[in-house]
């Protein structure tokens, strides 16, 4: 069974309580949501293999860590996925981005997919889907399935915030994958979003209403 990883640290809260507040413009909006998430970066890798590797150091050679060679993928759900890949980027460089679009139906509340394009090879790679709000849960869950229906096995849903009706989907339809999330709030309103939630991040990111 995958965990859910709520990853508290004063930081990111008094961060995220920036990014809530409604008079926060976009460009800080999105400053913020680069800076958070190359913090949770720090506990999404956290179990990333190692191995050691000789190193001289100004002193004498001897046995040091370094990341095992691996592929990692960075899959952010079109649009507002797209404010965490800097971040991570900038913690993961070597990693590759792959990108699924999807847009919920303003009246059925449903995803619908519009666009998939990965990295070669990605299906052995360590896959992290990367998107701020895990609302009903809909969207997250699409993405983990279209992902697993081409052949990836190692998955992790990264989220800034999520609703406790989103964990709970994505727990029942992909019970093997970890959920790494800075905060779980209360509910849903009538339009399925987060409350007290940040509202549209996609459009605060883009400042696009
Ligand atoms: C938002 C958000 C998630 C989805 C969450 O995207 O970025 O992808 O809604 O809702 P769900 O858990 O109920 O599926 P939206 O569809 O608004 O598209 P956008 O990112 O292009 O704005
Ligand atoms: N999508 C968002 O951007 N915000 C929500 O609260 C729910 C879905």
Redesign the pocket.
């Known amino acids: 069974m995958g965990s859910l990883h709520v990853i508290t640290h004063p930081l990111i809260e008094a961060k995220l309580t920036r990014m809530r507040d409604r008079r926060t413009s976009s460009p800080e909006f999105r400053a913020l949501l680069k800076e958070i998430s190359l913090l949770m970066g720090y506990e999404i890798t956290r179990d990333f293999p190692t191995k050691t590797e000789s190193i001289e150091t100004p002193l004498c050679r001897a046995d040091f860590p370094v990341l095992k060679d691996g592929f990692f993928t960075i899959v952010p759900?079109?649009?507002?996925?797209l404010g965490m890949v800097d971040g991570l980027l900038e913690l993961m460089p070597f990693a590759h981005v792959g990108h699924i679009?999807?847009?919920?139906n303003e009246e059925t509340?449903?995803?619908e997919e519009y666009y998939y394009k990965m990295p070669e090879g990605y299906e052995q790679s360590v896959v992290m889907v990367v998107?701020?709000?895990?609302?009903?849960?809909?969207?997250?869950?699409?993405a983990l399935t279209s992902l697993k229906r081409r052949g990836c096995t190692n998955i992790r849903l990264v989220n800034l915030v999520a609703?406790p009706q989103?964990v709970d989907?994505v727990r029942a339809a992909h019970p093997d994958v970890d959920i790494y999330v800075a905060a779980v709030d209360e509910t849903?309103d009538e339009n399925?979003y987060i409350v007290p939630g940040l509202g549209?991040?996609?459009?605060r990111i883009?400042g696009?209403r």
């Open positions: 759900i079109l649009r507002a996925g679009g999807l847009v919920r509340h449903l995803p998107d701020p709000m895990l609302a009903t849960g809909g969207s997250a869950v699409d609703a989103g989907a849903l399925a549209d991040a996609g459009d883009f696009t």
